[in-house]
């Protein structure tokens, strides 16, 4: 089974500033997706910022983007210009190409704080 | 975007007694969701895979006779926590995915009082 590991409980950014949340994964798959997403206070589910595996190069969404290493299984999430309205808790996820439906394994989460 | 609706927002129920959360696709046909539990400041758990027209698969460690999911459309998913007590207080999430992405409800806060 795969695993997603966010070893950062909190980041806490200045405003402006940029911030990085690491994400490991385990797998032995070659090709599957990884996700960020965000949790503001709402709780409601936001998608950051997808990958697919096969694709070398990284994700971007405005001031969001990743750092994929395949072979690092490593897969990070940078913020930059961060801004009040970005904090939140983030969940990186994992999701199998085997899974037609769509089941995604999630990281601990990593919660953001930004300060003016 | 695709919307997933979940509904209630919150509620608050008696001990013993069976609450119903329903989860809504609004603009595509979902046949599978996902529900999921949340505790504070914590992941997303998943509960268990509910597949239209047939049994829900549940997690290990789930009880099914608890949690009981029907997935009767192709839009609409519930999930019922039947006999409720405190501990089954938690913050419940559903999802549904259409083709590489998952939508989310907004999630039910349950307590039980």
Known sequence: ?116 | GAVVSQHPSRVICKSGTSVKIECRSLDFQATTMFWYRQFPKQSLMLMATSNEGSKATYEQGVEKDKFLINHASLTLSTLTVTSAHPEDSSFYICSATRTYEAFFGQGTRLTVV
Do not use: H
Request: charged share 20%; hydrophobic share 35%; aromatic share 12%.
């Open chain 1, 1 to 116: 089974a795969q695993t997603v590991t966010q070893s950062q409980p909190e980041m806490s950014v200045q405003e402006a500033e940029t911030v990085t949340l690491s994400c490991t994964y385990d797998t032995s798959e070659s090709d599957y997706y990884l996700f960020w997403y965000k949790q503001p206070p709402s709780r409601q589910m936001i998608l950051v910022i997808r990958q697919e595996a096969y694709k070398q190069q990284n994700a971007t969404e405005n001031r969001f983007s990743v750092n994929f290493q395949k072979a690092a299984k490593s897969f990070s999430l940078k913020i930059s210009d961060s801004q009040l309205g970005d904090a939140a808790m983030y969940f990186c996820a994992y999701r199998s190409p085997d899974d037609s439906w769509g089941k995604l394994q999630f990281g601990a989460g990593t919660q953001v704080v930004v300060t003016p």
